[in-house]
C-alpha cells in the first residue's frame, strides 16, 4: 500500500488502519500504573507483537494476547484472532485456560483496534465481566496506547450501573455507542478505574 493512500486513511479514524512497520516501532513504552520496569518492557514487547501478528497474520485486524502479570516473563501467553471490528476471546487453548483459571490470576488483556479509536463498549463491559482482568490495554493500528486498569476500591456493581445508565440513556438520546464509552471513560474514575 502507497504512503499516500495510508496517509488518507490515517485520517478516517472510523475506517480500519494498515499497520506499519513504523507504527510497530513507535509503540511508546509506558509507566503503567502499578507495574514495575520489568513489567513495563513486557507490556511494550507484547504491544508490538500484538500489532506484529495483527499485520503479518490477520491482515491488520484485531488481535488480543492474554498474559498472566504474575509470569513475570514473556512466555504463557495466549493469542487470539479476529476481525476488523472484534475478536472472541478464549479461542486460543492458552487464552481460555488464563480466562478460566480463577481468580488469582491477574491478567492483562492486550488487543488493537483497527479503526485507531479507543476502548468500545464491548471492551468496558468486558473488563467489568471479568474479575481476573486487572488491565485492558489498547494499542491502535498506529501505535498509540490507551489502559484501563482496576484499581483497589474498584466496585464491579457501581461500574456496572454506571455503564447500564450511560448506555440506557445513550440509546435513549440516540447517542452513538463511540460516544457512549466515551462517556464512561471520563467517568471510569467514579467507580474506581483508572483510565490512561
Same mark, same amino acid.
Given at each position: 500500500?502507497s504512503?499516500?493512500?495510508?496517509?488518507?486513511?490515517?485520517?478516517?479514524?472510523?475506517?480500519?488502519?494498515?499497520?506499519?512497520?513504523?507504527?510497530?516501532?513507535?509503540?511508546?513504552?509506558?509507566?503503567?500504573?502499578?507495574?514495575?520496569?520489568e513489567?513495563?518492557?513486557?507490556?511494550?514487547?507484547?504491544a508490538?507483537?500484538?500489532?506484529?501478528?495483527?499485520?503479518?497474520?490477520?491482515?491488520?485486524?484485531?488481535?488480543?494476547?492474554?498474559?498472566?502479570?504474575?509470569?513475570?516473563?514473556?512466555?504463557?501467553?495466549?493469542?487470539d484472532?479476529?476481525?476488523?471490528?472484534?475478536v472472541?476471546?478464549?479461542?486460543?487453548?492458552?487464552?481460555?485456560?488464563?480466562?478460566?483459571?480463577?481468580?488469582?490470576?491477574?491478567?492483562?488483556?492486550?488487543h488493537?483496534?483497527?479503526s485507531?479509536?479507543? %476502548?468500545?463498549?464491548?471492551?468496558?463491559?468486558?473488563?467489568?465481566?471479568r474479575?481476573?482482568?486487572?488491565?485492558?490495554?489498547m494499542?491502535? *493500528?498506529?501505535?498509540?496506547?490507551?489502559?484501563?486498569?482496576?484499581?483497589?476500591?474498584? *466496585?464491579?456493581? *457501581?461500574?456496572?450501573?454506571?455503564?447500564?445508565?450511560?448506555?440506557?440513556?445513550g440509546?435513549?438520546?440516540?447517542?452513538?455507542a463511540?460516544?457512549?464509552?466515551l462517556?464512561?471513560?471520563?467517568?471510569? *474514575?467514579?467507580?474506581?478505574? %483508572?483510565?490512561?
Amino acid at each position: 500500500m502507497s504512503e499516500e493512500k495510508q496517509l488518507r486513511q490515517a485520517k478516517k479514524r472510523d475506517k480500519k488502519v494498515y499497520i506499519t512497520d513504523i507504527a510497530i516501532e513507535k509503540v511508546p513504552y509506558v509507566k503503567y500504573k502499578g507495574m514495575d520496569e520489568e513489567q513495563n518492557e513486557i507490556m511494550q514487547k507484547l504491544a508490538r507483537l500484538v500489532l506484529k501478528i495483527s499485520k503479518t497474520q490477520n491482515d491488520s485486524n484485531e488481535v488480543a494476547i492474554i498474559w498472566d502479570m504474575a509470569s513475570r516473563s514473556m512466555e504463557g501467553y495466549g493469542i487470539d484472532r479476529g476481525d476488523e471490528h472484534s475478536v472472541c476471546l478464549g479461542g486460543d487453548p492458552v487464552s481460555y485456560h488464563l480466562l478460566h483459571s480463577g481468580e488469582k490470576v491477574v491478567l492483562v488483556l492486550l488487543h488493537n483496534h483497527p479503526s485507531t479509536r479507543t %476502548f468500545s463498549l464491548e471492551d468496558i463491559y468486558l473488563l467489568l465481566e471479568r474479575d481476573n482482568v486487572k488491565f485492558m490495554v489498547m494499542v491502535s *493500528n498506529q501505535g498509540q496506547i490507551h489502559y484501563i486498569k482496576k484499581e483497589e476500591d474498584f *466496585n464491579t456493581q *457501581n461500574a456496572g450501573m454506571m455503564y447500564n445508565k450511560i448506555r440506557s440513556e445513550g440509546k435513549r438520546q440516540g447517542i452513538s455507542a463511540y460516544q457512549m464509552s466515551l462517556t464512561f471513560l471520563k467517568r471510569c *474514575n467514579e467507580v474506581g478505574l %483508572f483510565y490512561r
